[in-house]
């Protein structure tokens, strides 16, 4: 048994699913299947137990997942301590990015990366912020960037890094003015934004709660861009990132009927146990300094 088999064993063991498990780890479903079985053949145990529900540890599955996670977190504190002995901080760095994220700060940070720490490698990898949150927590990201519409979870170490405010769209002429949010015509309106995000899902949700009632409809669609064109469109009542919706106004696409409140932070997330791993503390501390230091 290797660390990238038991790398598998918690992801699967996490996700309770080859499929989810294998996009996290960049893996093949079978070379997945084929790290389980490993573990499986090599121990004589059965560790899940495959459902309808997905997989499903078994009793030891469920004592030996504790000594999985207790073993990736010693080699990762042995690998930390080898940097701090060596005085510079080295090694792979797998960070997260969303679609939120700015850019030329990612940029820059890169840059700054490769110029003043060459031996160490990052990966980076795109995906929405529920993707970033479950690579971090399942550990096949170090540490990453994601929209934060409430507080954090406790169990991660966070810094904002940037923020942005939601406005809510809709065509032009769709809704008429009359000065107040008209919500009575707005809740038979459809809604259009990507339910599962962690900002617009969360910012609707409690635009909903405040002014109680539900959409007889939502369209959620994982890209702003299509939300733009169906809003644009006159399909519903879209949920549009501030630059975006403030293109699409000055284009005369959407009208903006109000910003939502409170305005999204984005954040730089590890766990809170990992923290002080030299590579992490060397982001951060890039990631603190003004702009153009």
């Known amino acids: ?29 079978p070379a997945v299947s084929a790290h389980i079985k490993a573990i499986e053949d090599g121990l004589g145990l059965a560790l899940f137990e495959r459902t309808s529900r997905g997989m499903v540890l078994t009793f030891e599955g469920e004592r030996l997942l504790v000594k999985a996670e207790e073993t990736l977190a010693a080699h990762r504190a042995l690998m930390s301590e080898a940097q701090r002995l060596k005085g510079r901080p080295s090694g792979k760095l797998r960070l997260g990015a969303n679609g939120s994220a700015d850019t030329v700060m990612i940029g820059r940070l890169l840059a700054t990366l490769s110029d003043r720490n060459p031996e160490i490698e990052v990966v980076l990898r795109h995906g ?122 000055e284009r005369g696409e959407v009208a903006l009927l109000f910003e939502a409140q409170p305005a999204v932070r984005v954040m730089f997330a590890s766990l809170r146990r990992r923290a002080d791993e030299p590579l992490l503390r060397t982001v951060i501390a890039m990631l603190r300094e003004p702009a153009g230091a």
Request: aromatic share 6%.
């Open 1 to 29: 048994m290797d660390l990238h088999q038991l790398k598998t064993f918690v992801a699967v063991a996490r996700e309770r699913s080859i499929t989810r498990a294998s996009e996290l780890l960049h893996l093949s479903q």
């Open 128 to 249: 929405t912020s529920a993707e970033i949150l479950a690579g971090i927590r399942n550990g096949s990201l170090d540490a990453g960037f994601y929209n934060e519409s409430g507080e954090p979870d406790a169990e991660l170490s966070t810094l904002e890094v940037a923020r942005f405010t939601i406005h809510v769209a809709v065509a032009p002429g769709a809704v008429v003015p009359t000065g107040a949010v008209d919500w009575r015509a707005l809740a038979e309106l459809p809604w259009i934004y990507p339910a599962a995000s962690a900002c617009c899902g969360r910012t609707a949700e409690r635009l909903f709660e405040s002014h109680g009632f539900r959409p007889q409809r939502v369209i959620s669609v994982d890209r702003e861009d299509v939300t733009r064109s169906l809003v644009a469109a006159g399909l519903g009542v879209g949920l549009l990132h501030a630059d975006h919706a403030h293109a699409a106004s």
